[in-house]
């Protein structure tokens, strides 16, 4: 990167600032007190303090931000907070750490601290926060379909949970109409088989236990085995090809975004091709995964196939 007038620069062949980003991203990610890049990042950021320029130390955050996000994710989902609260005491934190290493702290250390500090005030705030019941909207499952006069429920029904105060109901509303969704795409004695391995025990959902007991409406009387995450219905990755398909791209597209790094969701290689996380391609496309418990799936299919209780 240029310091001073680009003009006196003798090099003349700096990298853009993405594929800076990009390095240093990956510089930290793999060792960062042993990366002259970060070293260099970090001495800059402290020269710009003395100058009373921000610039750099605002390179630095940009930076370090990434490593928050799937840590953020996991937090907010485990305990049931908002994400961009999370994410905001991440980024507050981090900076606190800046300006307390400003003297006597080596510039390989700097980074590490930051992203430590960050990640424990993450878990902090996830221990104590207020639990937040969900009103992500099932909707964007519907396939697109012709109006059916005869069904009983359609998963996109007048009610919208995001208007529903009232915690519990929204909680049942949410697993029944997921119910009455997989119905009606005929694979509802899949996941029937699903419940029937979690009431046997012979498997269970990935609801942590600190989310039964603290972040559901109606845990108290609701069999606490029996919650789990909409995502758990579904595989846990999928080939390329498919992810490329939901979110938008070619696949030629695809691996090419792979090779350079740019790939929007983490992928893992096997043997030739490369699997994608059902969970992050959800998280990505802003698919909620919602917590619904088995009674309410198969209330909500029951209802759909207009059979009484």
Known sequence: MHVGNVKDCDIKRHPTYPNFRAEAIRSGVLSAP????????IAMGRLGDLAGDDTWRLVVLDCIVPCFRSLSVQVAR?????????????????????????SG???????????????DVAFRRGRTGTPEYTTDRLDIFVPPEAPDAGRSLRASSIIDVGQVRDAEVA??????????????LGCFEAVQGFHEEMRAGRRSGSISPAVKT???????????????YASDLYPSFIGLREAAHVIGLPESTAYRLIQAGEFPVPVARAGNSYKVSVRALMHFTDIPDAIVHADDIENGARHARG???
């Open 78 to 102: 485990e305990f049931r907070v908002e994400l961009e609260e999370i994410r905001s005491a991440m980024v507050v934190t981090a900076l606190e750490v800046w300006a307390a290493t400003a």
């Open 105 to 119: 702290v080596s510039p390989r250390l700097v980074r590490d601290r930051m992203v430590k500090a960050a990640f």
């Open 171 to 184: 909680e049942q509303i949410r697993g029944e109409r997921l119910g009455a969704l997989l119905h009606g």
């Open 214 to 228: 603290s972040g559901l409406a109606r845990s108290r009387f609701s069999n606490n085995n029996l919650y789990y």
């Open 307 to 309: 059979a009484t209780r």
């Open 34 to 41: 042993t990366s002259r890049l970060w070293e260099s990042l």
